[in-house]
């Protein structure tokens, strides 16, 4: 029932928001969306929420939502970051800004629920339109032109996937299994070889766009660049995660001897996006960009997590999805709250606002410190846990994962001391006001917890990914 | 578990108080609690260990599990406490020494309006610290290594106005973060071959394994990786001088007396371990020794009296790694500990100097302070004479302790460069202390002004120009202390303190009073200007650390940022792409757009024609026309 | 009784009317009546076959049409009516706005 409510919730208040005045908007949406959070929080009471209902019988399409230990988390991360970011949004940015906020909250809910294939999709689609019109909306011209490359990109990815879906539900229903989308029965089909491929790569395209991983990257950084912090908080915290999600809920149960085939490839192209966004982020100029191809950078290694197909690579990533997604969420917010005071997102014209500023130098700190994987916070657990399984399957690149480690201080530190520290050449700044430390405070402390808790998503994920695994493991398995 | 948890937490509540309360705190209050709490923390670890101490059989160790860390691959990773004899000299040390700093700060930091952010900076270490050496596995261990490392960098960074002390503080850090990777890959190869990364758990395991085979040294190696990181050690050492950006009694007390040791800590530790890496142990000696020499030298002509002090650290530190090198844990551990004495009480003194001359840290404008400031005096007299090894003061039995075990398990290459670098490390050192306090004073302004340090001050210096001068006395008991320990698993025969040849320690005292004599001719008697020596080519390379940064820069940071510049032009190719693809479908579109002409009848007409071919193409199908 | 042939025959006959009248007129009443003329003519299909079938649902269809056509009626005299307003003139070319 709490699954409903996690995307009835958001419908109906985005519904409201939009009936309402202007002025009420950001209450109702802010209302909304901490009752979407409160319905989360009595999901993770009850194992295994879901519904089941019939959809389209003749195609054998069921609306199946499951709240497993691999999508209960993500859930979380959404309604978390759908919070934050409202509450992050401006006071007078309109009603049509929080519908579309909330109906993203929707679909991304949805997404992350659905076990039938069909409905994954029809949600990965619907998510595109919030996100295309919060994109265009409020921002400049150059806005514009960023949502249209963003919007050409994912539909070429997801023209790819529909070819997957529809393939793979055809595949099955010629073997004698009836139509199906339902991934677990999809799961247990035998395919062709150079079908199988085809599709697996149909399928990685789609996801890997959405990631982005390079080196489908190239809506990323003026999407990221252009977008009011709240969208890009959750672009990258939320829906970058879709992409690898997608890769661990759809394509491993199902994949999984194309898995082992390409693993090398996989690994190699993979290693170049950790490397490649890593370097990118150190000659960045801008702020924000450094930390958009950090976030490239840290999505490489995801991929690498599952491309390792080991237990705790696997394990580490659906762990560091949750991780990245709150931290970098959290970065992109406090950047946003640093562009509003000075203006500007150049690193040189910045400087010392520590002085004028502690408090949002604190919070900046913390978030880069997450970032750059500092143990005793989350990020460093999922590393940890994604460099163990590169080194069961292949040591080198557990190396070049360490290294990439380093360099991530590196770059990450240099946005914080080139904007806080040094002396103060610009004017002061307003510190945060109360009520900024109101949502940045229990996105910390969440972010503490898991820090040094992190057993207490990873115990629940285990049995939903053992399960997912061992579908696989008929296939050849994961170590 | 009895007492850990408190001891762990009470410095992380000072820095959580002082942060969020830091508005509503009279002025001196933060460093009063702060100190209060560490001071606490110092008498609960004394608890501690004598609980250690009563334990029954041979263990001596209390342990527990707070929660579990990580679980779902493999074993469970748990969030565990760890409490014997080795850690538990470190935890006295750390808070014992770490209260006397906190106290001396309220002085040195009383007119800084950053004081609350120090002390809270300053709990936060002492935590970070503590929970590295409560750790019970290497994952906790890894945590609190960052979080000291993370403590460093702030407080290095301290000043954050100053490009220095932020270009330091950051140096720091990455060359930290390099060595948490170390230990990050050597962890990880442990617990997959062992399942499980908890000392008990993995020494166990040691124990029945035999020496020799790569794992062990890749393992062992890596772990090292760590340990010289954060211990300073050639070639990743440079941080360590320019981390005296920071406060000075920040210097003393994590860049000389705690957070710099931890390589010292973890090697020692993993004493099981390097029986099993006969490579690897040999090359922590060679290393050791090698950076002692090498930083002895570059002390020899530094100009800032912190930057001698911060290279006289490094070359201690080599010492104590030469006698992990050789087997000498216990040496080495004592070494640690009269080093944080005498150390600390170095860099407090320095400090006084440094507050009494409102800030002046070059040398050439010292001298003739004896008589203005004479408790500070006495007590860095007294840490000079233990640092340079002259008997009966507490460097001389920790130097000899290691430099004998050197020469009796044979390593005399490394004993004859540990025993010129004792008398390297005399002549340096004087010339420091009669820089500073004797002869003429060099800028007779800042002379007139100098002052005494306030009580708060004094008192912390001299306690610990004190232990630097009886902490050899400490010897034999640590010795004793330690031996269960050590005792646990194989690996350690050689542990305790032995003495060396009768020979050895003559020639080491001969060394050190003829680098006394000498030093006191040329600053003393000709009153030499300490800028003397640095024009030609040794002395250069001398003062400039041999150029390694340079090396650094032309082997590693340049050819990253050329990867860099590769990469950017990748990133315009991949980007004009994407535009390219964008502009591809508009203008697609826009050659496709007249097709709509807005004419309803060319409309109907489209819809009739292709009705109709439609119907004759099934009519065709069905061989209705055929 | 007429032959099936012949209805079906004078059906296609005024569908066929009707799709020039739609095709060649521009007075977009006279495209209506046109319109209207090529729904009939389905419609008659419809009763002719149901008849000679004797099924029932092509009665239905038949009256399905009268009533789609009557809507269609509705709906676009009421546009035709406001275009006329609008213009004072009725020439379907000249609604040519909306184009790409």
Request: proline share 4%; charged share 10%.
């Amino acid at each position: 029932m709490f699954l409903v409510w996690l995307m009835a919730v958001p419908l109906l208040g985005a519904i409201a928001a939009l009936a309402a005045p202007d002025r009420a908007a950001k209450g109702i949406a802010a209302i909304t969306s901490v009752l979407t959070l409160l319905g989360y929080a009595g999901l993770l009471f009850i194992s295994r929420a879901s519904i089941n209902w019939a959809w389209i019988p003749e195609w054998g399409i069921r609306f199946h939502l499951v709240a497993d230990g691999l999508s209960l988390f993500l859930l979380g991360l959404s309604s978390v970051l759908l919070v934050v970011a409202v509450f992050a949004s401006h006071k007078d940015a309109g009603r049509t800004y929080y519908f579309w906020l909330l109906l993203l909250g929707f679909s991304t809910a949805g997404l992350f629920a659905a076990v039938d294939l069909f409905v994954f999709y029809v949600f990965w689609e619907v998510l595109l339109i919030p996100v295309f019109f919060l994109l265009t909306g409020w921002s400049g011209e150059r806005g514009k032109k960023a949502a249209m490359k963003w919007l050409i990109m994912n539909l070429v990815g997801s023209f790819f996937m529909l070819v997957g879906v529809v393939a793979l539900a055809v595949i099955h229903s010629q073997n004698g299994g009836g139509l199906t989308f339902e991934i677990s029965q999809l799961s247990h089909m035998s395919m062709s070889s150079p079908v199988a491929s085809w599709l697996f790569f149909a399928f990685l395209v789609a996801f890997a766009i959405k990631a982005p991983l390079w080196p489908l990257h190239g809506w990323m950084p003026e999407t990221y660049r252009e977008s009011e912090p709240p969208v890009t908080a959750i672009i990258s915290g939320v829906l970058s995660k879709a992409g690898i999600y997608g890769i661990l809920r759809v394509m491993i149960p199902i994949f999984m001897p194309q898995f082992r085939e390409y693993q090398m490839w996989l690994l190699i192209v993979a290693t170049i996006g950790l490397l490649y966004g890593a370097f990118m982020a150190l000659r960045q100029t801008d702020m924000k960009m450094v930390t958009a191809y950090g976030s490239l950078s840290h999505m490489a290694m995801m991929a690498l997590g599952i491309f390792s197909l080991t237990q705790a690579g696997i394990l580490g990533t659906t762990f560091y999805m949750v991780a990245h997604g709150l931290l970098v969420g959290g970065l992109f917010l406090v950047l946003g709250l640093l562009e509003r005071r000075t203006g500007t997102r150049a690193m040189a014209d910045m400087a010392g606002l520590n002085r004028s500023a502690p408090r949002l130098a604190a919070y900046f700190l913390f978030f880069v410190l997450g970032t750059l994987g500092l143990p005793g916070l989350p990020g460093f657990a999922g590393e940890y846990m994604i460099i163990q399984g590169l080194f069961v399957s292949h040591v080198v690149f557990a190396v070049i994962a360490g290294f990439v480690l380093i360099v991530a201080a590196w770059y990450m530190l240099r946005v914080f001391q080139a904007v806080m520290q040094g002396p103060a050449r610009t004017s002061g700044i307003k510190d945060l006001f109360s009520g900024q430390v109101a949502w940045l405070v229990p996105l910390a402390g969440l972010v503490i917890l898991l820090g040094v808790w992190p057993a207490g998503i990873t115990s629940h994920a285990v049995p939903s990914l053992y399960h997912a695994m061992n579908l696989a493991l008929g296939k050849g398995g994961v170590r | 578990m009895q007492g850990l948890v408190e001891i762990l937490v009470l410095p992380l509540l000072g820095a959580a108080t002082i942060t969020a309360f830091k508005g509503l705190m009279p002025k001196k209050l933060p460093g009063i609690w702060a100190s209060l709490l560490v001071a606490v923390s110092f008498l609960l670890s004394i608890l501690a260990d004598r609980r250690v101490a009563t334990l029954s059989g041979s263990h001596h160790v209390i342990t527990g599990v707070l929660w579990n860390w990580v679980t779902g691959f493999g074993a469970a990773i748990h969030f565990r406490l760890y409490l014997d004899p080795l850690s538990a000299v470190w935890l006295l040390i750390i808070t014992g020494v770490g209260a006397l700093i906190h106290i001396y700060s309220i002085g040195y930091m009383h007119d800084d309006a950053g004081q609350p952010r120090f002390f809270a900076y300053l709990n936060f270490f002492i935590f970070s610290m503590l929970l590295l050496v409560l750790a019970g596995n290497l994952i906790v261990l890894l945590i609190g290594w960052a979080l000291v490392g993370l403590a460093s960098y702030l407080l290095i960074g301290f000043w954050y106005e100053r490009p220095t002390a932020v270009a330091a503080a950051k140096k720091a850090f990455v060359m930290n973060t390099l060595g948490d990777v170390g230990i990050l890959l050597g962890l990880a190869l442990l617990y997959i071959h062992y399942h499980g990364v908890g000392y008990p758990h993995l020494f166990q395991a040691f124990s029945q394994a035999k020496p020799g085979s790569a794992f062990f040294e890749w393992s062992a190696f890596l772990l090292y990786v760590g340990a010289m990181a954060k211990s300073a050690q050639f070639p990743l050492h440079m941080w360590l001088a320019d981390a005296m950006e920071g406060p000075t009694p920040v210097s003393a007390l994590i860049h000389a007396a705690t957070m710099v040791t931890a390589g010292v800590y973890l090697m020692t530790r993993l004493y099981p371990l390097l029986r099993l890496a006969p490579i690897t142990h040999e090359l922590i000696g060679a290393i050791g020794a090698f950076t002692a020499i090498f930083a002895a030298s570059v002390a020899f002509f530094q100009q800032d009296i912190k930057k001698v002090l911060a290279y006289s650290t490094l070359s201690q530190l080599g010492y104590m790694f030469l006698g992990i090198g050789v087997s000498a844990y216990t040496a080495s551990v004592f070494h640690f500990m009269t080093h944080a004495f005498f150390k600390a009480c170095l860099f407090l003194a320095a400090g006084s100097v440094i507050h009494g001359l409102s800030g002046e840290q070059d040398l050439g404008q010292m001298g003739g302070l004896a008589r203005k400031m004479p408790w500070t005096m006495a007590s860095f007299l007294a840490a000079t004479l233990a640092i340079s090894g002259i008997p009966p003061f507490s460097g001389y039995f920790s130097k000899e302790a290691i430099l004998g075990q050197a020469y009796n398990s044979g390593h005399y290459f490394l004993w004859g460069i540990g025993v010129f670098t004792a008398g390297m490390t005399a002549f340096y050192m004087f010339r420091l202390f009669f820089l500073t306090f004797l002869g003429k004073p060099r800028n007779q302004k800042l002379h007139d002004h100098a002052h005494e340090a306030p009580l708060v001050m004094t008192i912390p210096v001299v306690i610990l120009g004190v232990l630097a001068v009886v902490g050899g006395a400490f010897g034999g008991w640590l010795n004793g202390w330690l031996k269960p320990a050590f005792a646990l698993y194989p690996g350690a025969a050689h542990a305790a303190l032995e003495s060396g040849p009768l020979f050895g320690t003559i020639v080491t005292v001969a060394l050190a009073v003829v680098a006394f004599i000498v030093a006191f001719l040329l600053y003393v008697r000709r009153d030499t200007a300490p800028k003397a020596g640095t024009e030609q080519a040794p002395g250069h390379w001398m003062l400039h650390a041999w150029g390694m940064d340079l090396v650094w820069m032309a082997i590693v940071v340049n050819p990253l940022k050329l990867v860099g510049q590769a990469m950017g032009a990748v990133e315009r190719t991949i980007l004009a792409g994407v535009t390219g693809l964008a502009a591809g479908v508009q203008s697609w579109a826009t050659d496709l757009a007249p097709i709509q002409t807005g004419y309803v009848r060319r409309y109907a007409l489209s819809i009739m024609v292709g009705g109709v071919a439609l119907l004759a193409y099934y009519l065709i199908r069905i061989g209705f026309i055929s | 009784m007429i032959p099936l042939n012949d209805v079906v025959g004078l059906a296609a006959v005024i569908f066929a009317v009707g799709a020039v009248g739609v095709l060649v007129r521009k007075n977009p009443l006279v495209m209506f009546m046109a319109a209207e003329m090529m729904w009939n003519a389905a419609a008659l299909v419809f009763v002719a076959y149901a008849r000679s079938f004797h099924a029932m649902t092509g009665q239905v269809m038949a009256f399905i049409i009268i009533g789609t056509a009557a809507a269609e009626v509705g709906i676009g005299l009421a546009i035709i009516v406001s275009v006329y307003h609008h213009r004072h003139r009725l020439d379907i070319d000249e609604v040519s706005q909306l184009k790409g």
